[in-house]
Each structure stands twice: as structure tokens, then as C-alpha cells.
């Protein structure tokens, strides 16, 4: 419907309710435990506070407060529908989903990561998507092995 068929403020009020949709990866949604209980977490986050601007009296402040929860809900919807929950490794004999590993870079610097889903994944904590470069190199290999990744090399040092 057209703006001037509404009472919006102006054309710039609706624009800001049509935000674009959070791009969903083409790689298989591959969650761990915890993965998964965080995407249902936030996504209860997102219905409520979705919920909460359908409260609002204001059409046009309305409109902006739910925008960004309901985008949220379509994608966190899909996530969840696509999630494929894989149970933590059985072993440590090689890096798999979920694993931790530490490995050492050719300038020395010891790295720790958790191998985890997209969603879940953050380097800063310590957590890398299993799509990662690092992490498909590392995936199937053992204490010992050396991977190169871009210009470097990487031994692993311990799973866990």
C-alpha cells in the first residue's frame, strides 16, 4: 500500500520498517548442544520483544519497534527448523565438530578454539565456525598433524 494511503509521517517512517531480511548461510546448519539452546533462547528474546511493539499504541512507532524483532523471528525460525544437532565428539583422537584444539602458529602463538556451529560461533570467546578456514583445515586431523592455512602453518597441539 502506498504511503500517501496511510497515516504514516512520511515515506521515510515506512522505510524504516522495511529492513532486510538476516542472510541465511548455504552451508548445512550443523549446531551443538548448546548452539541449539542458544538459538531458542533468542529467538524467545525476539517473540517477546516482538510482542512488546505489537503493544505499542503509535502505528509508526509501532512499525519501528517491531521491525527489527520480526526479522530477527524469521530467521531464528529458520535456523531452528534447519538446526541438525550434532552430539559432542565420543573421542579426541581427531579434530571433529565440537571439538576444542589448540594448535601453534609458525610465529609461536599458541590458539585455542572451540569448533562450533555458525550461529555460535565467536573468535573473541573462543569459538570457530566449523566453516572457518582454520577449521576446515583442522577438521579429521590429529595431535602432531600441520595444516597450512593461508601463508601459514599450523601444528596441533592437543584436542579436547
Do not use: C, W
Not at 542458544?38 to 499504541?57: P, S, V
Request: proline share 5%; no cysteine.
Amino acid at each position: 500500500m502506498s504511503v500517501a494511503f496511510t497515516k504514516e509521517e512520511s515515506s521515510e517512517t515506512a522505510a524504516e520498517t522495511l529492513i532486510p531480511d538476516r542472510p541465511i548461510s548455504e552451508h548445512p546448519n550443523l549446531v551443538t548442544e548448546a548452539g541449539l539452546k542458544r538459538l531458542e533462547a533468542e529467538a524467545e528474546e525476539a517473540r517477546i520483544a516482538y510482542e512488546a511493539a505489537k503493544a505499542i499504541d503509535d502505528v509508526n512507532e509501532r512499525r519501528r519497534q517491531s521491525a527489527g524483532p520480526l526479522r530477527d523471528l524469521r530467521y531464528l525460525s529458520e535456523r531452528l527448523r534447519t538446526a541438525q544437532l550434532v552430539p559432542a565428539p565420543e573421542n579426541n583422537d581427531v579434530v571433529a565438530f565440537g571439538s576444542k584444539v589448540t594448535f601453534e602458529r609458525d610465529d609461536g602463538r599458541v590458539q585455542t578454539y572451540r569448533i562450533v556451529g555458525e550461529d555460535e560461533a565467536d573468535p573473541k570467546s573462543g569459538s570457530i565456525s566449523f566453516v572457518s578456514p582454520v577449521a576446515s583445515r583442522l577438521m579429521g586431523k590429529a595431535v602432531g598433524d600441520v595444516v597450512t592455512v593461508g601463508d601459514d602453518e599450523l601444528e596441533i597441539t592437543a584436542i579436547g
